[in-house]
């Protein structure tokens, strides 16, 4: 015989859907975590049972289907809906409920909110396993491509580009009217109104898309997504997206915090900071982070909240416009925190009258306030041609927040090493997530859902690494001894007294049999 045989079609087995499932299969994981939570306590939406009527699928099932299928590189409520019909360990975990993909995708729409207390109990998890350090702290973000298209993503000017565009081809299909009234084409006539028409029909959509804008206070709007944003990816290169920030500690690389947002990274570090605070229960701890978020209000931020910064600074260019030469940057320049002067490089003192001025920007909340230093002595200096093109001398303006920025600088010179640990701790992540994965984009609407899937996507990926490092059923076993205020109780209990219930039955009817 040179080829192994395998099992008749038609032979019939007597077995059950436990014995299908190994000990150490991620599924059994699914299965007891979500077993072990109350729901309604998360602020998933729960179905009550009803007395009457059709009865509804439990919330549950619609958890650990999600899970699964996130944990397989599952999103699409279609194709989870097949895989509940052919995978052997659906079967096992929905104990062969099928439920359709309306609500399947339902689930996830609905329950945001739920899936974001979720991964953060899961943090809570990871604490209290010792999984977690809390010392040192990587902060970084990554484009997710949002549901909507550059076409359909608009900024003023390309919605007045668009308006002259139809004024432009509405003039030369009425100059075509004209010529074809001594010509007596009808049929042409036709074709052309019905283009002006639809001019027409376009010039008011985009009129209503302007006043819109506007009255959003936007730089730009979206019209299949209003949350999505263009957003610059790398380079020149631009995406209609959503920026993802995470917080990654460096003990076993895991996520402790998260959220989804529609802006770049320079005003997002205070609220990622203080969210893995809050997560991780800690006083006080280190965050790593790169030079995208350098901002002295959100760098001020986590130093009022006792978060130790060391943010990477940008080095500052030179326009070409300017005459400043490197030698007479202001970082050549000292300042005196005791006298409040700054000594320049040919040992000139600046002083400051004391006034604080305000510069606004384009929101409230980018706005700072500065104040300016000045010397006389600029008037007289040799190299004044090379350090200021400003006829009244040289002028320094310091914010209200530069000595938190001098303070962050100063640790990011002195701690070289720590600071280039911060890509081995965060950048493989965003890797696995969007390379190995398949995870760069989101096919669902609105950023409060958004944030939602994105979450359910970093608890999948700290469920994955806690898999690796713990096994499937030692982190079971932690689940079960875990005290959460989240947890359902007696579930365990009456699990184990049913599976007892269940055996001792089996045995009798064995017995009876025989």
Not at 326 to 340: G, S, W
Not at 356 to 380: L, P
Not at 490 to 512: M, P, S, T
Request: with cysteine; hydrophobic share 35%; charged share 25%.
């Amino acid at each position: 015989m040179q080829h192994i045989t395998g099992i008749p079609r038609n032979q019939l087995f007597f077995s059950s859907l436990e014995e299908t499932i190994l000990p150490n299969n991620p599924v059994r994981f699914v299965d007891a975590f979500v077993d072990a939570l109350d729901l309604k306590c998360l602020e998933f939406k729960v179905k009550t049972i009803k007395a009457e009527g059709r009865p509804s699928f439990d919330t549950k099932l619609f958890l650990k289907l999600y899970l699964y299928g996130y944990l397989n590189g599952l999103r699409s409520s279609r194709k989870l809906e097949k895989e509940c019909v052919r995978n052997i360990e659906l079967h096992w975990l929905l104990t062969g409920i099928v439920p359709n993909y309306h609500s399947i995708s339902d689930f996830r729409k609905e329950n945001s909110a739920g899936l974001k207390k979720l991964f953060k109990l899961f943090v809570s998890f990871l604490k209290d396993a010792d999984l977690i350090a809390g010392e040192v702290v990587a902060i970084d973000g990554t484009k997710s491509r949002a549901h909507n298209s550059k076409k359909a993503n608009f900024k003023q000017k390309k919605i007045d580009r668009h308006l002259t565009y139809i004024e432009e081809k509405t003039e030369e299909y009425l100059t075509q009217l004209a010529q074809n009234d001594s010509l007596d084409k009808g049929i042409e006539v036709s074709n052309v109104q019905e283009k002006i028409a639809r001019l027409q029909k376009n010039k008011i959509g985009y009129e209503l898309l302007a006043e819109k804008l506007k009255a959003s206070g936007e730089p730009q709007i979206s019209t299949t997504d209003e949350d999505a944003r263009a957003l610059l990816v790398q380079g020149v290169v631009v995406e209609v997206s959503y920026n993802i920030q995470a917080a990654v500690d460096n003990k076993h690389n895991l996520v402790v915090a998260t959220h989804t947002i529609n802006r770049n990274d320079l005003n997002a570090l205070g609220a990622i900071a203080l969210e893995a605070k809050e997560n991780l229960g800690v006083a006080t701890y280190t965050a790593l982070v790169d030079k995208g978020y350098h901002n002295g209000r959100e760098i001020t931020q986590c130093k009022d909240h006792n978060i130790t910064t060391i943010v990477a600074h940008p080095t500052p260019g030179i326009s070409k416009e300017s005459v400043t030469q490197p030698d007479y940057l202001v970082a050549k320049f000292i300042y005196n925190k005791e006298d409040d002067t700054y000594e320049c490089p040919q040992g000139e003192t600046l002083k400051t009258t004391g006034r604080w001025h305000k510069k606004t920007g384009r929101t409230e909340q980018s706005g700072y306030e500065f104040k300016k230093y000045r010397t006389s002595a600029c008037k007289e200096c040799p190299i004044k041609n090379i350090c200021t093109s400003r006829a009244g001398g040289r002028e320094i303006d310091r914010s209200q927040y530069a000595d938190a920025v001098e303070e962050n600088n100063q640790r990011y010179r002195e701690n070289p090493q720590l600071y280039r640990k911060r890509q081995e701790i965060n950048e493989h992540i965003f890797g696995t997530i969007k390379r190995q994965w398949g995870y760069n984009h989101t096919n669902l609407t609105g950023l409060e859902k958004v944030n939602g899937e994105h979450s359910l996507i970093m608890l999948v990926y700290n469920i994955k690494r806690t898999i690796n490092i713990l096994g499937i059923p030692n982190l079971i076993a932690k689940i079960k001894n875990w005290k959460s205020p989240y947890k359902a109780k007696g579930f365990f209990v009456l699990k184990r007294v049913y599976l007892r219930l269940f055996k001792d039955v089996f045995v009798i009817n064995l017995a009876i049999s025989a």
